[in-house]
């Protein structure tokens, strides 16, 4: 290692300072320096911190404002998961000590080994892999697993079935992984058109990746006869975990026949991802596929030291550095254990109930494609607003002057209007009775004063922007 970064910044003088900056200046070419002074402010402290806290202060989040964001499963973010991430016994360790010497983080590999137990129990898989960062990440995963399995195996395979009502991600993980896509519509019960899925399949079908319950809330009642026909072909049926809040402690995907699962822990397992990370999208298989699975695994031998085993067969290799968001692992096990069985199966069974809820007191005032018991989050439509010129994104930019985040809108795709409500099971019911009484106020508006709705909000400084130009646009200063 080069001397002059190897001491490290704490506790040095600005001579020092200033002497490695010069160092680094002269080994630097001379196309990556510089020509002008860069502009930046000459700010005070304090005017730096009152413009971020005001900044702030404008924000949504699942501490100050209520979250009724379907398709994600934002949950709250225990404070004791924040605490346990950051004691320094696990925050000092290097990610590559355990291949330097394992005795060193005992406690580490032990949170992993007893993470990835707990995992395959509830979900019924064989073998855990905690590498990958994030959901997508786990269908890329199980889709290069898939393909190992039936590279293995000499078959020739080209497509991935995907339904419509499957998470979003889907088609593209499949793609990514080389397949082409057979995309199966829902019937008029929100559910996979089982017949059309018996015509498309086929020896050439690599495997199905299903959302169980669904993107549309529903769970499918035709599961057990979808994956004996993938089984059939000799295909991978894959569980995308983005809704397995939904149904923990009463269905576990390998008891049904998956040979794939991802379990969003930054979902189902209480970190917030709200910004784009961190995530977590760890992968479980069945015996079918544990010899392709990345390595190393964390093991324990005889004398109870934990390891790093290398010793899978025809593994597809790493798919992350090290055993991926560790934080996010501390913080999922810690929640594990904090609910314990009973309250895993608690809060699924709360999700469930407070998403039935809200369907039932807005089903009069908002049109519901599928009239049905629904899961963890129910799809409604602007349909009966639309009359009156009030779209979906109407609804949630009015939500944001009533002091509610907006719930998910266009989205399913195959829902025309959606708006897709999802409680989760950790608010209370005088809160979804005052998000209800919201909705139920922006429905009556909607026939009385359908401008009120459509100028909304009125509380922002700004009211509104063009979102898709503003993502694909960035602009990093401010005029305001």
Known sequence: ?????????????????????KQVEDILDEKYKRQNDAELPEVSELDVIRHYTNLSRQNFSVDTHFYPLGSCTMKYNPKINEAVSRLSGFTSIHPITPYINYLLCQGALEVIYNLSYLLCEITGMKKITTQPYAGAHGELTGILLMAAYHKAKGNKKKYVIVPESAHGTNPASAAM??????????????????????????????????????????????????????HKYDAIAYYDGANLNAILGKMRPGDVGFDVVHINLHKTFATPHGGGGPGSGVVGVSDRLCDFLPV???????????????????SIGHVASFFGNFGVLLKAYAYIIMLGKEGLIDAAEKAVLNANYVLKKLKEYYYLPYDRTCMHEVVFTAKNQLKNGVHAMDVAKYLIDKGIHPPTVYFPLVVEEAIMIEPTETESKQTLDNFIDVMIEIAKLAETEPEKIKNAPSGTLISRPDETKAAREIKLTCDI
């Not at 959302?211 to 035709?222: D, K, Q």
């Not at 190393?296 to 025809?314: A, H, Q």
């Open 296 to 314: 190393p695994f964390v093991e324990r031998n005889k004398d109870g030291r934990y390891f790093l085993d290398f010793s899978v067969k025809k």
């Open 1 to 21: 290692m080069n001397t002059i970064f190897s001491k490290s910044v704490v506790g040095r003088t600005g001579i020092e300072i200033e002497k490695t900056a």
């Open 177 to 230: 992984g080389g397949y082409s896509i057979i995309s199966i519509p829902v019937n008029n019960r929100g559910e996979m058109d089982i017949e059309l899925f018996k015509e498309k399949i086929s020896e050439e079908v690599a495997g199905i990746m299903m959302t169980v319950p669904s993107t549309l809330g529903v769970f499918e009642s035709n599961i057990l006869k979808i994956i004996e026909i993938v």
